[in-house]
């Protein structure tokens, strides 16, 4: 398993450790942001090789992420994490990897994970 | 010929003209009061027929000529009396009083006319003034008590009886008084001629001037019925409609049976304005919906003996009846009743069967607006059950996903290492959101219940502020920050107080989540006249003017609410609107005046106990323990 690091950004906390925790017993290497505009913050400090990005979140939600991070040229694949029944158009939308769709279990999570890979 | 002439000959004709016709009627359909009307111009006419005969052999002015003529014309009074009781009904007494009287005083003219014939004259005036006076009396009275057209006719026949009495007693004083025959013989003329027009427009108008009466009634009618299309409730549009017919029809009330597709029935308003079925045959109505053709009965419970008592009820001696139907369908019938037949009601056919038409298109027109209700309430019922399963799938899916990921982290460990430790961390989120799971669910059967109107159950007096500051207790003891402006004095509502617990808690949820970080919400306790108001104020982004009433809507989330938090169903808002509701108070949102938003509530406080307000005490000790709840125990785990 190659150091791939993950950035995890979703607003509700107890998403954030789950997910973080079942990416870390994979040997990911993790971190965490509550926002668009904490993650850009994250990104500035340490760099992901692949975000994991809920889309509704308030401050800075994952369209505005999206756009302020490809309008870098930041070109980090991006996985798509959402409740919402639309998170295919959504992933289409921001040009994401790959989507992961709530409610979601390890072999998803990974899945969605190791689909994005390829592209790093 | 003089013109006090021409107005005798031009009265007689007129006299003669009308005994054809109301005879032509009485021929055509021979009820009493058309009988009646006949033996009242029959005689008329006769004494007119007489008098020119005996003006033709030249033996009018013998004594016994005016006695025998005087014979005929008491008859008049008589028919008139009859009339009456036609009209609108006399005590039998009356009628036996009057024929008595008729008998006496035509063998008194009888036995008389040729040897005294002062004495029948003046017998005769006594009888015209007497029995004349009371029928038109009673005619005006019968005016007075009817309504449209049948009204104007009767006021027609009244004036006709009065002028008539009036003429005759003006003819009787001018033979018995000469010095004054000449004056009065002008005034006989003419209010004979006055008479006479007034007795045709009441017993025979022309067909113009029974157009031009109805013409204003109908124009009402068409005026009221232009609305019921419109009016939400089918029963109420009915009621008004039924009424509508009856006002123009002069009658005292009418009824419209509304035929069922499927079943043989048709369905009647009672008179508490519920619906009640018959068999498609029942009543008089019945029967001419089912023979398809209008139906009149004089003598509704004789016809219709099985009904007797509904017709007593009603008052509906007379009753007729028209199918209501369009392009060929039978939708149902109109039935019309009184109590009295209204003596011109065959006359009035044509306006029946318009009001028939008039109904079917009414009810046509509402049917397809309640169709059309319906398929908007079924599209706007689909779109919220879509909408809701969509926001509680969403829901459910959040604090799922938790559950789902801590329990494989857990197994996955395990299965590694049969040994591992366990993360508490990690079982305490599975457990918190597993809780979050349940609440939702029972939200959902909340707003389930709501919508059957069950959730407000054991109400009691309580003291609103004491509600208040226990939930404030409960939060500041969890290490919450919460700031409460309470009331005074205690104010005691008859609350179910779980729910009330719930309305405040909800609020309070909305004010942590959407309010800002750096400062606490606040409650306020108020009274304000006779209810008391609770407000909970936050610091946040507020609400948007234009979505202050839709967020109590069910499933409605205001946008910005939607930006800043994905969870939320949408139902915390409705399910506080419909709780405060169900006690009689309202809910509103207003803007915090420093920026954010505040909910406030009213319950109306007791009647008896806003009174009480300054001797009671706050009765703080007899809190109930507190449930366990989604929040304290969230607040614990944390």
């Given at each position: 398993m190659p150091d791939v690091r993950v950035l995890v950004v979703d607003d509700e906390a107890d998403i954030r450790a789950t997910v973080s925790a079942m990416l870390e017993i994979e040997g990911y290497d993790v971190d965490e942001a509550a926002n668009g505009a904490d993650a850009l913050h994250a990104i500035e400090l340490r760099a992901p090789d692949l975000i994991l990005l809920d889309m509704r979140m308030p401050v800075l939600d994952g369209w505005g992420f999206a756009s302020e991070l490809r309008r870098r040229g930041n070109r980090t694949p991006i996985v798509v994490m959402t409740a919402a029944r639309d998170a295919a158009r959504w992933a289409g939308e921001i040009a994401a990897a790959a989507f992961v769709a709530k409610p979601f279990g390890m072999d998803d999570l990974i899945t969605a994970v190791e689909r994005a890979r390829p592209a790093l | 010929m003089t013109a006090l002439e021409l107005i005798s000959l031009v009265t007689q004709v007129l006299f003669i003209g009308l005994f054809v016709a109301v005879l032509w009627h009485a021929v055509r359909q021979p009820t009493r009061a058309r009988l009646d009307t006949v033996l009242l111009f029959g005689?008329?006419?006769?004494?007119?027929?007489?008098?020119?005969?005996?003006?033709?052999?030249?033996?009018?002015?013998?004594?016994?000529?005016?006695?025998?003529?005087?014979l005929f014309l008491n008859v008049g009074p008589y028919a008139m009396i009859r009339l009456v009781d036609d009209f609108s009904g006399t005590a039998r007494w009356v009628q036996i009083a009057g024929a008595a009287a008729f008998v006496l005083i035509a063998v008194l003219g009888l036995i008389s006319f040729r040897t005294a014939p002062v004495v029948i004259e003046v017998a005769s005036l006594v009888w015209f003034i007497a029995v004349g006076g009371y029928a038109a009396i009673a005619f005006a009275r019968s005016a007075r008590s009817s309504r449209g057209i049948t009204r104007r006719r009767m006021v027609a026949v009244a004036t006709g009886a009065g002028l008539f009495i009036v003429a005759i007693v003006f003819a009787f004083v001018g033979a018995l008084v000469p010095s004054v025959a000449g004056v009065l013989g002008v005034l006989t003329q003419l209010t004979a001629l006055a008479a006479v027009i007034a007795f045709f427009l009441g017993f025979a108008p022309p067909t113009w001037v029974r157009h031009a009466w109805r013409e204003p009634d109908l124009r009402r009618f068409l005026e009221r019925s232009i609305h019921l299309t419109g009016l939400a409730d089918d029963r109420q549009a009915i009621a008004e409609l039924q009424r509508a017919v009856a006002d123009t029809f002069g009658a005292s009330g009418s009824a419209i049976g509304i035929a069922d597709p499927q079943?043989?029935?048709?369905?009647?308003?009672?008179?508490?304005?519920?619906?009640?079925?018959?068999?498609?045959?029942?009543f008089i109505g019945g029967r001419a919906f089912t023979a398809q053709r209008r139906l009149v009965a004089m003598d509704a419970p004789g016809a219709d003996p099985d009904h007797a008592d509904v017709y007593a009820r009603t008052s509906a001696n007379t009753v007729i009846a028209a199918p209501v139907s369009a392009e060929g369908r039978r939708m149902g019938v109109l039935t019309i009743y009184a109590d009295r037949a209204p003596i011109f009601v065959e006359d009035d056919m044509w306006l029946l069967e318009l009001l028939a038409d008039q109904t079917a298109v009414l009810l046509e027109a509402r049917a397809l607006t309640t169709q059309a209700g319906e398929l908007r309430g079924r599209e706007e019922a689909a779109r919220l059950k879509e909408e809701f399963l969509?926001?509680?799938?969403?829901?459910?899916?959040?604090?799922?996903?938790?559950?789902?990921?801590?329990a494989e982290l857990i197994e996955r460990r395990l299965l590694r290492d049969p040994a591992a430790s366990i993360d508490p961390a990690g079982i305490s989120r599975m457990a918190r959101e597993a809780r979050h799971l349940r609440d939702l669910v029972s939200e959902l059967l909340d707003a389930q219940r709501l919508e059957q109107g069950l959730t407000v159950m054991d109400r009691a007096p309580a003291d609103l502020g004491a509600i208040v500051e226990a939930v404030r207790a409960r939060h500041v003891e969890h290490g919450v920050p919460l700031l409460l402006e309470g009331p005074e004095e205690a104010l005691v509502a008859s609350v179910d107080r779980p729910r009330i617990e719930q309305v405040i808690e909800n609020l309070l949820e909305n004010a942590y989540k959407y309010g800002a970080d750096d400062k606490p919400p606040a409650m306020r306790v108020w009274q304000d006249e006779r209810e008391a108001r609770i407000?909970?104020?936050?610091?946040?982004?507020?609400?948007?003017?234009?979505?202050?009433?839709?967020?109590?809507?069910?499933?409605?989330?205001a946008p910005n609410a939607q930006s800043i938090t994905d969870t939320g169903m949408g139902l915390g808002l409705y399910i506080c609107r419909r709780i405060v509701e169900e006690h009689g108070g309202r809910i509103w949102a207003e803007a915090t005046p420093s920026g954010g938003a505040t909910f406030v509530f009213s319950i109306p406080l007791e009647p008896d106990a806003a009174a009480e307000t300054h001797e009671s005490k706050r009765p703080m000790a007899d809190l109930p323990s507190w449930p366990p709840t989604a929040v304290t125990e969230a607040t614990a785990d944390a």
């Open positions: - | 005689s008329i006419a006769l004494v007119v027929v007489l008098s020119r005969v005996l003006q033709l052999l030249s033996i009018s002015d013998a004594e016994w000529a005016g006695g025998l003529l005087l079943r043989p029935v048709l369905r009647y308003l009672d008179r508490d304005g519920e619906w009640v079925e018959y068999p498609n045959d029942a969509s926001a509680a799938a969403h829901d459910l899916r959040t604090p799922l996903t938790v559950v789902l990921g801590q407000a909970v104020v936050d610091h946040g982004a507020g609400v948007p003017l234009a979505d202050r009433e839709r967020i109590f809507e069910r499933f409605y989330r």
